[in-house]
């Protein structure tokens, strides 16, 4: 990350990559971890644009929700009827709301120094990226633990005993109201950035907890 610092030409990125983020071999009860998790217009980060994004600072031990963020911001891409049913975010509410590139110093100083934590990497990496190149001309990039990789690859193990039982059972979703379920976690509604980043967040814990140890080195686990 310190290389990073040296070439990046707007300061924010360069205050964030001049925070290293832990060693490869750092246990991962260790890491300070953050969750992020973004609402959008749509799935495409070339057509679409981000509407919220909710970061959530905590550890193995504890989740201080009073260090938590939230932001509502005004996309360059127009609303669609089918992202609002998702999101509930109104025009009214963008139409108030600052761009992105005003709250991304904030943003980025709450993921300084912290391994990020997702679910689903293949939307909060390259629409964030993009986000950032748009604005600053550069790239955000970083490595992130992907909750929904995680699962995919602890039933991918267990395929042997898919394949016994695939005609009497369903495929595994691995979305994140069904991956919690399995872990007996409470159901929170969907599609809010800050809720759904807690929800990653207990997840992961209780990933860790059931499937690994706590001296689990990140490395094993990012992506």
């Given at each position: ?5 040296q ?9 964030f990559?001049?925070i290293?983020?832990?060693?490869p ?8 971890l ?7 217009t749509g799935?495409s ?16 031990q504890?989740?201080p ?7 509502v ?7 669609s009827?089918e992202s ?14 600052p ?6 110093a904030?943003?980025l100083e709450?993921l ?16 964030l990226?993009r986000a950032?190149r ?5 790239r955000?990039?970083?490595?992130m633990?992907d909750t ?8 991918r ?15 595994t979703s ?5 991956s ?8 929170y ?8 980043a ?19 080195p990140?490395s094993d686990l990012?992506c």
């Amino acid at each position: 990350m310190g290389a990073c610092a040296q070439l990046a030409c707007d300061s924010r990125l360069e205050r964030f990559y001049s925070i290293d983020i832990p060693a490869p071999q750092t246990p991962i009860a260790d890491a300070p971890l953050v969750a992020l998790d973004m609402e959008t217009t749509g799935l495409s980060p070339e057509r679409h644009g981000i509407v919220s994004i909710g970061v959530l600072p905590f550890t193995l031990q504890r989740i201080p929700l009073a260090s938590r963020r939230y932001w509502v911001v005004r996309p360059r891409q127009p609303l669609s009827e089918e992202s609002i049913a998702f999101h509930h975010i109104t025009h009214s509410e963008i139409a108030t709301a600052p761009d992105l590139d005003d709250v991304l110093a904030a943003l980025l100083e709450t993921l300084a120094g912290r391994l990020v934590v997702v679910h689903y990497r293949n939307i909060e990496r390259p629409f964030l990226d993009r986000a950032v190149r748009t604005r600053m001309g550069e790239r955000l990039l970083f490595p992130m633990i992907d909750t929904m990789q995680l699962e995919a690859s602890l039933h991918r193990k267990r395929r042997w005993a898919w394949l016994k039982r695939l005609a009497r059972r369903p495929s595994t979703s691995l979305r994140l109201a069904e991956s919690r379920q399995r872990y007996h976690l409470p159901f929170y509604s969907g599609h809010h950035a800050l809720g759904d980043a807690l929800a990653t967040a207990e997840l992961f814990q209780a990933q860790i907890a059931r499937h690994y140890s706590p001296q689990t080195p990140i490395s094993d686990l990012w992506c």
